[in-house]
């Protein structure tokens, strides 16, 4: 399976984005699904995570009520929607798969290249 990150962009604080992960080459229903980002000189951070058979979700504590992930009807997307994003908010975003959820990104044996995210004050 290989893993498209795309969406980011550049917005203001307290607006909407919602960045998406696309797969190729396999189902991502196999797969727990996650978002982490990295801003410069920080080390990659978890954001949030959904199961792979149920609609179970689990977030950093920080955007926990602003953001949501879930699954596409098509299966091999996912999705990242984050509401009053804010400053801090601004990193490059990565999808991840892999097999139980964890919040350490070590633990994801699959990765897309990511997306910019950019949230001006």
């Known amino acids: 399976v290989q893993l498209q990150a795309s969406g980011g962009g550049l917005v203001q604080a307290g607006d909407s984005l919602r960045v998406s992960c696309a797969a190729s080459?396999?189902?991502?229903?196999?797969?727990?699904m996650a978002w982490f980002r990295q801003s410069p000189g920080k080390e990659r951070e978890f954001v949030a995570a959904?199961?792979?058979?149920?609609?179970?979700?689990w977030y950093e504590e920080s955007v926990e009520g602003r953001f949501t992930i879930s699954r596409g009807n098509t299966k091999n997307m996912v999705y990242l929607q984050m509401n009053g994003l804010k400053p801090e908010d601004t990193a490059v975003y990565y999808c991840?798969?892999?097999?139980?959820?964890?919040?350490?990104?070590?633990?994801?044996?699959?990765w897309g290249q990511g997306t910019q995210v950019t949230v001006s004050s």
């Open positions: 991840a798969a892999g097999a139980i959820v964890d919040r350490r990104a070590a633990r994801y044996d699959i």
């Open positions: 080459g396999g189902a991502l229903s196999t797969y727990v």
């Open positions: 959904i199961g792979r058979h149920t609609s179970n979700t």
